[in-house]
């Protein structure tokens, strides 16, 4: 069945990193964008990053765009969510999904993370 397991959150500082990773199976990898996702407190989910298959071509919301980076490993199955000067706004639960069109869609559990001194 397909899987996506998130890992790499946790607490940082104001200014700090972090690199998520979402391992996925159950499917075809290479054929199908991926994306992030995070949910904080109170509101709704919303879109962090997008990579596509092929050409990879990438999409950010504009409250990460310039600090976050995606990117994917079609040889492990992987993708990753590089976070840089991370901000107390960036606190929230992220989610790694991907839409298998006629499979279906699905999330990852979700790790957390937070940014506070």
């Known amino acids: 069945q397909v899987q996506l397991v998130e890992s790499g959150g946790g607490l940082v500082q104001p200014g700090g990193s972090l690199r998520l990773s979402c391992a996925a199976s159950?499917?075809?990898?290479?054929?199908?964008?991926m994306s992030w996702y995070r949910q904080a407190p109170g509101k709704e989910r919303e879109l962090v990053a997008l990579?596509?298959?092929?050409?990879?071509?990438?999409n950010y919301a504009d409250s990460v765009n310039g600090r976050f980076t995606i990117s994917r490993d079609d040889t492990k199955n992987t993708v990753y969510l590089q976070m840089n000067s991370l901000k107390p706004e960036d606190t929230a639960v992220y989610y790694c999904?991907?839409?298998?069109?006629?499979?279906?869609?699905?999330w990852g559990q979700g790790t957390q993370v937070t940014v506070s001194s």
């Open positions: 999904y991907t839409d298998l069109i006629l499979r279906g869609n699905y």
């Open positions: 159950g499917f075809t990898f290479y054929r199908y964008a």
């Open positions: 990579i596509t298959s092929g050409r990879r071509s990438t």
